[in-house]
């Protein structure tokens, strides 16, 4: 790949973490409003698998895309194998942050003693 896509690539997964990040944060305020935590660290751990899982392009060894926007254009193009790849990753990815989100409730409910 030429220099200017490799800067093209970086400049994108930066400004897509950042706005992530200011998304994140804006959801988590509106989350305060739930009375449960564990309801609320689930809405947050489901925002990270959503939208920042990544999956491998086809096209393009070494380069990465989010999973949910790969995914969703290769199931409207009708390539079922590669939407499959890309929903597979984020299922992995889910069990992941499920595992994470309950040993987070365990710390908190041995905190709240």
């Not at 200017?4 to 509106?30: C, D, G, K, Q």
């Not at 926007?69 to 009708?78: A, D, Q, R, T, V």
């Amino acid at each position: 790949m030429t220099p200017e896509a490799e800067t093209a690539y970086a400049v994108f997964w930066i400004i897509y973490v950042v706005a992530f990040l200011v998304f994140f944060l804006m959801m988590s305020r509106l989350f305060r409003i739930l009375p449960l935590y564990g309801l609320r660290t689930l809405l947050q751990a489901a925002l990270v698998v959503a939208f920042l899982v990544p999956v491998q392009s086809p096209e393009v060894q070494g380069w990465w895309m989010p999973a949910w926007l790969h995914g969703g254009y290769e199931s409207i193009l009708g390539d079922s194998e590669e939407a499959m790849r890309a929903w597979i990753n984020m299922a992995m990815a889910s069990v992941a942050m499920l595992l994470v989100w309950m040993l987070d409730l365990v710390r908190y409910r041995l905190v709240r003693r």
